[in-house]
């Protein structure tokens, strides 16, 4: 057992020396690469570039690809409105690389408006680039024991933390304002093979099906919902207005029984049009907007914003179940 | 599920290990079913399809030896189909596209491709574990009571060695089975404990970092890229040190996890790159290989009964054989090949050049130079082994002999870094006590006293959690594809 004891000691001390290790943030960042580069992008786009940013779009790859931040920015410029739009989407979900980036947009840039992205359902897990950036204190920020990728995240986490020991004694250098992009549309040209505008039968689940899938959402999403709320106030706090825009999978674009009631609670909701939306022709693949989409999106958007800047939005009565068209008469 | 991974390190082995103490407390008959239930999990969830085959192979095999213990006068005929069934399935599942590849090459002419199929995992150790009990039934070494479904399943499919060995004979597991594994139980959860932290951090700290430098430059070389000497030699030597730490690691983990149901099973290396010949790094390296093929096929050949000659030519068919056990593929005969002719050149050497040359002394320093002459034969047969072609293999090694300019560039990591890797194997190679040497300590109780056992409990502690955070999902070990 003395070797047991004394084993166990080991492990801990040198998980938190590992743990502890205080590798740079920006050089954090400089080892994502390839896809996970995006999220280096939207780190210099708040940290490092000299344009400001008064309304953030905040999401996954459907906002990376969907929200056309340059087009929605000149079209609030063309009613006078001046305001330095910016698509903060990055791939994959997972609410605390969002926090994070809301964190660094507080502290950087002091925003109007953030739109923060919503679908479906909360993702019951963390943000899989998230353990590549974080911060010990970010990895228990929030309610981690409900993340079910905690585990593997701080293990990932740690893993980071000692390949990256060589950064430590590496100068870090900031990217050059002049060279960080304003905007960050990633447009994606193609469309979707669906074939037509109709929603495949086999898309759109049904009955037991649907409702099973649904039940398992709600009874999952407390991580994520716990990270929004948490969004919501640190948004509270600084005077930041927030909005939730609902980027459907283009299975759900024509179901009523999406259950957003959690975020109607908490700010406007924004419901795309469903001539957008429910059109696959606007669609890359199942999910992601292509180019064409978010071009049909962004008048839309710009309208949206536009009445969220200029005139403090309708309250929300929290226990009403708002569907899509509900939502969408609404905002006619 | 591999041994360095997360499902097995925090889930498989922990709920194996536990059940398996709990389960014996009512039986060990219980125990064993729990085990053997554990270990067909394991190999099932790399790929279901395989445990037809593996199971097939299995039953059959059980059938034969039964089958044999109980007819003495057709013993021998059950035996050497037996033996034909087994080396028919394995030349089917590994050498069948290599022979058709042979056949098409040799001939010039186009041959309806066979199908393909994969290989199924550790068919070459489960084949031969059951040849050795075979034989072994044969022999007489094994009784006919002794021959029992329950522990044949057990010793054939046990997940410590059922992958990737080591190869084990009867002897070695199932006389444990009867309560053995009860017997000395602190000093052996020590030592599995220590083996298997040791194990993990070669594998996910050692191998896995060498592979970075090794990868790239055997990637370049079978892409025809010239490579400058200084890559070629860091890729050669990084690799022969990877697969040293990869394929001991896991031997290590194996007898460790064994270890920690009471159960020892053999080591496979001891030390191999200290050996100051070829042929004491046969008897260091994949001893469990080197004791099956002296055993099971260089004596039935006739070893060195019958003249040196007949002796020479013994040992080179038995490792250009034990080449091609390795793998279906040209690179594997010529590796196979190399080292025959090495023993061979060594056994000549020491047999009748040695005795009449003066002697110089300096026996460290005869030994060193041997230890080195070994390790750059041994490196110079891995460019073969590790090379996917015949020409990769060739590139590298002209490459690391032609002294070319540094301007032929391949991606390796930056130098320092490959330079500090390949000193940091070095030092625990030829430095450190080996895993043997450890175990003896722990069985002979001279890791017991509150300091020391402190003090190792620490180290390893730190070991494991370096080991555990490394841990990478796309790094199989070597010897599985095999």
Known sequence: MKIVWAFVVGFASAALVLALLPIPERARYDTLHQDAARLKYVYERIVDSRTPIDIAFVGTSHIMNGVDDQDIEQRLRDRRIDLRVANLGVIMPGRDLQLLMVRKLVDKKAPRLIVLEVDEHEPPYSHALAPYVEELTDIFCCKFFLDTRFPASFLLFLKRQAVNVPLLFRAQQAASPEAIDDFGWLPIEHTWSAGNSLIPASASPSGLQQRLKEWAYRKTAWYGIDVVKRIKNLAQENAIDIAFLYLPEYAYTKRSSVDLQYYQALGPMIFPPQSVVANSLNYADGVHLNAGGARALAPFLADQIAALVTTTPAPVIPDQKLSSEDALRRAK | ?482
């Open chain 2, 1 to 482: 599920m591999s041994f360095a991974s997360y499902d097995f390190i925090f889930l498989f082995l922990p709920i194996a290990l536990i059940g398996f103490w709990i389960v014996q407390r009512t039986s060990d008959r219980l125990a064993l079913w729990w085990l053997s239930a554990a270990s067909i999990v394991f190999y099932v969830q790399w790929n279901p399809r395989d445990v037809i085959v593996a199971g097939t192979s299995l039953l059959l095999n059980f059938l034969a030896a039964r089958a044999i213990l109980r007819d003495d006068r057709n013993g021998k005929v059950i035996l050497l189909v037996a033996i034909a069934g087994n080396l028919l399935a394995l030349g089917f599942f590994k050498y069948l596209l290599f022979a058709v590849d042979l056949v098409q090459s040799a001939i010039g002419v186009q041959l309806p491709g066979p199908p393909h199929v994969a290989l199924p995992l550790g068919i070459s150790f489960f084949t031969f574990t059951q040849i050795a009990y075979l034989v072994d039934c044969y022999a007489k070494k094994i009784a006919g009571r002794d021959h029992v479904f329950r522990e044949y399943l057990l010793f054939v499919s046990f997940f410590p060695h059922s992958i990737a060995g080591p190869i084990l004979h009867h002897r070695n597991l199932i006389p444990q089975f009867h309560g053995e594994f009860r017997r000395n139980l602190e000093p052996k959860l020590t030592a599995a404990l220590i083996l298997f932290t040791i194990g993990l951090f070669k594998k996910t700290v050692l191998a896995d970092s060498l592979a970075t430098v090794a990868d790239p430059a055997f990637t370049a070389a079978d892409g025809g890229t010239a490579l400058s000497a200084l890559a070629a030699w860091l890729g050669l030597l990084s690799y022969s040190f990877q697969l040293y730490f990869d394929f001991s690691g896991y031997s290590d983990m194996a007898v460790g996890a064994a270890l920690g149901v009471g159960m020892h099973i053999p080591f496979n290396f001891n030390s191999p790159y200290r050996a100051d010949s070829i042929i004491e790094f046969w008897r260091r390296w994949h001893m469990s290989l080197s004791a099956f093929l002296k055993d099971y096929l260089y004596i039935p050949l006739g070893g060195n009964r019958h003249g040196p000659l007949r002796r020479y030519a013994n040992v080179f068919v038995t490792m250009l054989l034990g080449g091609i056990w390795h793998g279906a593929g040209l690179n594997f005969v010529i590796w196979g090949a190399l080292h025959g002719a090495f023993i061979v050149i060594n056994h000549v050497w020491r047999d009748r050049v040695a005795p009449r040359l003066p002697e110089i002394g300096f026996p460290r320093v005869r030994r060193a130079a041997g230890a080195i002459a070994t390790l750059l034969c041994v490196a110079f047969a891995w460019a073969f082994f590790r090379a996917t072609t015949v020409h990769g293999a060739t590139n590298l090694l002209t490459s690391a002999v032609a002294m070319r300019g540094s301007d032929l560039v391949v991606q390796q990591p930056s130098l320092s870094f490959s330079l500090a890797m390949l000193a940091a194997a070095g030092l625990v190679t030829f430095a450190f006590p080996n895993s043997l040497q450890i175990h003896q300590w722990v069985i002979d109780r001279r890791i017991a006293g509150w300091r020391v056992a402190s003090a190792v409990g620490l180290a390893c502690g730190v070991l494991a959690a370096v080991a555990i955070v490394l841990v990478s999902r796309d790094s199989p070990f070597l010897y599985f594809q095999f």
